[in-house]
């Protein structure tokens, strides 16, 4: 009976992580609200291709794309979008990021890695080519070009409880496909 069957927000399909499913017309109200004003705190953890400065924001405005409209893109008339990102680890090849979210665009995180020139592993719509890799090993190449989905990780989210007042905090493990993709190319680094 709650509309979008409570779900406050949504993952891109093929992310892995956490979201927000509110049990009551009031809770989803308030949950919905929290989104607007920014109040709800979404971090993220991305593999990247190669290696971006140790950490940065990037600030800018995103919309469709004038052509393809199902993919969003950097236009500097669109609507603001702020990314938080901080390099945790690196292997010869790539960088495993965390990523703080300011504004909530569509596809926002992929298409902000896209335009400093690191896009997510494994993301069909947004990667162009495979920078970093032109001196990769072959078996890191084929971990990385096996991968069968954006290498993106919802791992926390941060809100204040809707019945209780509180804030409340949840976070899941990287997901397995994830993880092990992580643990292989750490392996063909040594």
């Known amino acids: ?26 809770a989803q109200a308030n949950l919905v609200k929290q989104l607007k004003d920014r109040s709800m705190s979404r971090q993220y953890s991305a593999l990247v291709y190669g290696h971006p400065s140790k950490e940065g924001t990037i600030d800018a ?6 052509l393809q409209r ?5 236009v500097y008339s669109g609507k603001p979008a702020i990314t938080h990102y901080r390099v945790s680890e690196t292997t010869a090849h790539c960088a495993w990021v965390d990523v703080k979210l300011e504004t ?13 020139g690191h896009p997510l592993v494994g993301d069909p719509v947004y990667r162009q080519g495979r920078p970093g890799l032109g001196n990769a090993t072959e078996e890191a190449r084929i971990f990385i070009d096996r991968f069968p989905r954006q290498a993106l990780h919802a791992r926390n989210l941060g809100l204040i409880h809707p019945d209780s007042g ?20 750490r392996q063909v680094d040594v």
């Open 104 to 116: 909530g665009r569509t596809h926002q995180i992929r298409v902000h890695m896209t335009h400093i």
């Open 166 to 185: 509180e804030a409340v905090e949840f976070e899941v493990p990287v997901a397995p496909d994830l993880d092990e993709l992580l643990m292989s190319l």
């Open 1 to 26: 009976e709650i509309p979008r069957a409570g779900i406050v927000h949504r993952l891109d399909k093929d992310t892995s992580g956490v979201i927000a499913v509110a049990r009551s017309l009031k």
């Open 70 to 74: 199902t993919k969003m893109a950097v």
């Open 61 to 66: 405005p995103m919309d469709r794309h004038r």
